[in-house]
């Protein structure tokens, strides 16, 4: 199992640079009254893309040699990471297929298309999109670059924490969603090296909490179709994210589909930006959990902010 | 009349630095692609109080001598000027009363009583904004801070283009929404010292274009209780204003109230940000006024993002 060092990391923020935007960090004085504490929110939905998965997709397609690209690259994908990975193999000129369950967001798909990405629909379980990507590549040898279980993907999520603690500085506590654990299993590599005493909180939809139950249990439990408004985590850990989750992150925290929902409604109406509802679980968990953040300060990765405004999950009016 | 200069702009940026945010910009390839030309957004709605109005009334509010400031401060708003105003004073510590049109944004109204202001309604006509105002000076003893016709506001709102400019370098034009001029007249300021070849264009809506008939008429056109979604806008020029937009400004161009929406709406699914109406339309006539701007550099200050989600103007849904 190949598990991608720090130097992976500091090699792929030089290969993606000129693909990706440096997000900024927002404040918001009133989220810090609320919560008694500092929070420092890295705001990947005004990524490439709109998340953070264009971090991961573009070191995957950019390390490729000409030779293994001319075959284009294939995932399964609940969503971003299928227009990220479009919008990287457009970004270079070559292919991309995406395996897509058939109730993904209109938004999501819509994006795939607009990098001109290639969609194939299935199930909505892990089983069955595993089973038609290994399909998609036996028949095309395009490169599978899955979502997260890939160390050029971490790799590249990683560099997402690097910048973060460059801008920020010290501090405390970082909180970021879990869903396949990607983007946690960056966070810890980079953490790891850059400062180590820097406590890792896991955010969890408790109506999706395989990585909670697996924290707890000790060993990668799987559940299938599981179903919240926080349409990105509802994947499953595999052993190379369970690898960072086991070693490094302090705690998984829970939040309910309300919690979450209100959570992403208060970041609309007060920081002025959309987030989609998975890159408001970490706000849900800070806010639910006051005595285990109060007066620190805390980093929050903003995953993402891609929502069917005409249609969102749980949309108010 | 005082008619602010380029010094009292950069004291302002001195004085008002501890109390506001640097504004990133940012910027969307889709919409460059979608209007053929470069676009820089100033992310005002990003700003304290989520408006460009809290660069203006800080720099009155600490202006003022501590004998000056014990009487408070008061003033006539539509909304956004009015949370600033409340804001500043906060910060100093000092009063802050604002009269308001009954039919006000709710969302603007709560900004204020955040912010400790003290609210007098009345009705949505510039002649009883300006009688009750008077009244309540004329009362309290309180330093009167004008939206827009006050050249300490004035200078405040300069300090964004100063921003714009340092951040952004060489523009070819600058788009600002028009409501009683203050943000223009500041953009103006900036501009002809920094970069007087960078042309300067006003946006406003169709439905309330007072500016855009004095513009023609050469003279000012005072138009009443005018109403659009665009709430921001609804307000006259002054002589103060007038000064700077008759010697500066380009070209006043228009946008219809369904041009307005889309384009609000087009910026939150595009660009991840919750934006105003009034924010809209720059990006309305931009790509309405398409061959005007084709492959050129343009600077947009995206003035605020204080909407109620719950009840916004138009919602989709």
Excluded at 173 to 196: H, M
Excluded at 222 to 240: F, I
Excluded at 265 to 270: P, Q
């Amino acid at each position: 199992m190949n598990i991608p060092t720090f130097d992976d990391v500091l090699a792929a923020h030089k290969r993606i640079k000129p693909y990706i935007h440096r997000t900024p960090l927002l404040s918001s004085s009133y989220l810090d009254q609320l919560s008694g504490a500092e929070i420092l929110f890295k705001c990947e939905n005004l990524q490439k893309v709109g998340a953070f998965k264009a971090r991961g997709a573009v070191n995957a397609v950019f390390g490729l040699s000409d030779a293994e690209a001319g075959s284009g690259v294939a995932t399964h994908s609940s969503g971003n990471h299928a227009g990220a990975l479009s919008y990287a193999a457009m970004r270079r000129g070559i292919e991309a297929t995406v395996v897509m369950p058939h109730n993904a967001p209109t938004a999501k798909k819509a994006a795939v298309q607009s990098y001109g990405g290639r969609i194939i629909e299935c199930e909505p379980t892990q089983a069955a999109r595993e089973a038609t990507l290994a399909q998609v590549v036996a028949e095309s040898g395009a490169d599978a670059v899955h979502p997260y279980d890939d160390a050029r993907v971490i790799a590249g999520q990683a560099t997402c924490m690097l910048e973060l603690h460059e801008d920020a500085g010290k501090l405390d506590a970082v909180v970021a969603p879990i869903g396949g654990g990607g983007l946690i299993s960056g966070t810890c590599l980079s953490l790891s090296q850059l400062s180590p005493e820097t406590r890792i909180y896991a955010a969890e939809p408790a109506n999706a909490d395989d990585a909670y139950q697996s924290f707890n249990k000790g060993e990668i439990v799987e559940k299938d179709a599981q179903q919240s408004v926080a349409d990105g985590l509802k994947t499953n850990l595999k052993p190379r994210t369970w690898h960072f989750v086991s070693s490094y992150v302090t705690d998984i925290l829970l939040a309910s589909e309300s919690e979450i929902l209100d959570a992403m409604y208060l970041t609309w109406e007060r920081m002025k930006i959309i987030i989609e509802p998975s890159s408001a679980v970490p706000l849900a968990v800070i806010l639910k959990n006051r005595e285990l953040f109060r007066g620190q300060r805390i980093g929050v990765i903003i995953t993402g902010g891609n929502v069917d405004l005409k249609n969102c999950p749980g949309c108010k009016s």
